[in-house]
C-alpha cells in the first residue's frame, strides 16, 4: 500500500485570509511563505498563492487566498471556496475586531464544518490596545476556533508556529471527514488550544511555486481553473512562455 506521506496529496488545502484593511492579513501571508516582512501592500485586489508545504510531516497541496480590503463579504464567493479561514483583525484597533466577531460567527452558523484561526495582529503595539486578549480568547472558544495574539512585525516564529499548527489540523480534519468521522464543532479549552497552537515546528516550507491576482470579477470565478499569468507584466498569457516573459 502506497504510503501517502510520501506524496503530495490531490486536492490542496484551501485557506482564505479574512479581515478589515489594514491589519495584516498580506503581511502575516507573505511573512509566512517566504519569511520576509513587507509593511506596505496593494489592497484592491484578491492574492491567490498555491505552493508544497511540509504539513505534519509529508508534503502538502496548499492554496492560499489572501483577500482584498474590498471583498467586504466574506461569504461571497470566499466561503464556499475555502475549507478553512484565518480571520485577522488589530489589536489596536477595535473596529477590526468588531468585523472579525461578525465574520467568526457568520463561518459558525454556516460554515459549522470549518477550521477557523481567528488572529489578533500587531501584539508588538500593546501601548495602543483597544482590544484586550481575553475578550477575542472567549470569542475563539465560543465559537470552536483556533485563537492566537501575535506580531507578524516582529516574530517570524511565532506565524510559522501558528500557521503550521493550524495546516496540520485542517489536515487532519480532513483525512477525518474521509474515514467517516465527524466535524469537529465542540468547544476547546484554553490550555488545549495553546498546546496545540504552540507546538512542535513543522519543516520549513518550499518557496512559493504560483501566485494569481484576481480582480473583483475574478472572485465569483474560483471554482473554475483560474488563467495563468505572465511575470512581470502580470496579464493572461496567449501562449506559453509569454515572449520576451516566463509565464508563472
Known amino acids: ?3 501517502d506521506r510520501t506524496s503530495v496529496q490531490s486536492g490542496p488545502l484551501r485557506v482564505a485570509v479574512v479581515g478589515a484593511s489594514e491589519v495584516g492579513k498580506s503581511a ?3 511573512r509566512y511563505l517566504t519569511k520576509r516582512y513587507i509593511g506596505e501592500y496593494r489592497s484592491d485586489t484578491d492574492m491567490l498563492y498555491k505552493c508544497v508545504l511540509q504539513v505534519d510531516g509529508a508534503p502538502q497541496s496548499v492554496e492560499i487566498m489572501d483577500t482584498s480590503a474590498s471583498s467586504d463579504k466574506t461569504s461571497d464567493p470566499n466561503l464556499p471556496w475555502a475549507e478553512a479561514f484565518v480571520v485577522v483583525y488589530s489589536i489596536t484597533d477595535k473596529e477590526s475586531y468588531q468585523r472579525a466577531a461578525t465574520t467568526v460567527q457568520e463561518l459558525s452558523e454556516r460554515r459549522a464544518s470549518a477550521s477557523v484561526l481567528l488572529v489578533g495582529n500587531k501584539s508588538d503595539l500593546g501601548h495602543l490596545r483597544e482590544v484586550e486578549e481575553v475578550e477575542a480568547r472567549t470569542l475563539a472558544l465560543t465559537h470552536a476556533a483556533r485563537f492566537a495574539e501575535l506580531s507578524t512585525a516582529e ?4 506565524v510559522s508556529e501558528v500557521v503550521d499548527n493550524f ?3 485542517v489536515k487532519a480534519q480532513r483525512n477525518g471527514n474521509q474515514n467517516g468521522g465527524s466535524p469537529k464543532l465542540r468547544k476547546i479549552s484554553v490550555t488545549r488550544m495553546l498546546g496545540s497552537l504552540i507546538g512542535r515546528n513543522s519543516p520549513p516550507p518550499t518557496p512559493v511555486t504560483h501566485l494569481i491576482i484576481l480582480d473583483k470579477a475574478e472572485r465569483n470565478k474560483l471554482q473554475t481553473p ?4 505572465c511575470r512581470p507584466c502580470l496579464r493572461p498569457a496567449q501562449s506559453l512562455p509569454c515572449s520576451p516573459h516566463t509565464a508563472v
Open 1 to 3: 500500500m502506497k504510503d
Open 28 to 30: 502575516l501571508t507573505v
Open 167 to 169: 495546516l496540520k489540523e
Open 155 to 158: 516574530s517570524c516564529t511565532s
Open 226 to 229: 483560474l488563467t495563468r499569468l
